[in-house]
């Protein structure tokens, strides 16, 4: 079976672009997760999407955004990108939201800001 | 908000050396789950502890949940080159939100 899936994986932008990255999360999954893990730090939460909703937002800018398709696949934006956007954008997906549920994390799209 | 510290931030061991990595916090855990993340890959959930006092074994790995429930450490045995890696730590309270420390960065060296 197919885990957490993410494109792309490596991407480069210039400051003030936006940017589009994807997940499809496993099979039967509900809930999916955003990360971004900036180099030697663990990975920060940006936003916990259920059932096409957002439940849950970490302390980002409103620069990023995100939303989840009846497929339960998602999409996260971030606009005018700075340089201190440059890091690895993990998404995570369960089958639920208890904490009962494991979470699965894609390898990551590694986004490059210059 | 929970304050969330790992050490140390770095170790190097040689293979068939044991190692202890830690999980502090400010606050009580609900629950605490520990992560191991290889290069290029994103973490993957090696054990969720719940109670206090908790021990719990996978193989060569030990994981200790504090009687108190703030902090957690997780001991490796005879460690192995496959155990390098990324160690981190993450309370987690469902909603799929996890409040990862900065992690212990692991080498181990044949």
């Known amino acids: 079976d197919a885990g957490v899936t993410q494109s792309p994986t490596h991407l480069i932008k210039t400051r003030g672009q936006q940017v589009t990255l994807r997940c499809s999360p496993i099979?039967?999954?509900?809930?999916v997760s955003w990360y971004q893990q900036v180099l030697g730090q663990g990975p920060q939460f940006i936003f916990q999407?259920?059932?096409?909703?957002?439940?849950g937002r970490g302390n980002f800018p409103d620069r990023f955004s995100a939303r989840q398709f009846p497929n339960y696949s998602s999409e996260l934006n971030v606009n005018a990108l700075l340089l201190g956007d440059s890091a690895l954008y993990l998404c995570?997906?369960?089958?639920?939201?208890?904490?009962?549920?494991?979470?699965?994390f894609g390898e990551g799209s590694w986004l490059t800001v210059v | 908000t929970q304050l969330l510290e790992q050490s140390p931030q770095f170790l190097s061991i040689q293979e068939g050396e044991n190692l202890t990595v830690y999980c502090n916090s400010s606050?009580?855990?609900?629950?605490l789950q520990w992560y191991r993340q290889e290069p290029g890959e994103g973490p993957v959930l090696l054990v969720t502890?719940?109670?206090?006092?908790e021990v719990k074994k996978l193989k060569r790995l030990t994981f200790q949940f504090g009687d108190a429930r703030k902090d957690s450490s997780l001991h490796i045995t005879a460690a192995q080159p496959g155990d390098t890696g990324l160690y981190l730590c993450?309370?987690?309270?469902?909603?799929?939100?996890?409040?990862f420390g900065a992690g212990t960065q692991v080498v181990v060296t044949p």
């Open positions: 995570a997906s369960s089958l639920g939201t208890s904490t009962g549920n494991t979470i699965y």
């Open positions: 099979s039967g999954h509900k809930s």
């Open positions: 999407y259920y059932e096409k909703e957002e439940r």
């Open positions: 606050s009580v855990f609900s629950s």
């Open positions: 502890v719940v109670t206090g006092g």
């Open positions: 993450a309370p987690y309270g469902g909603w799929g939100k996890l409040q």
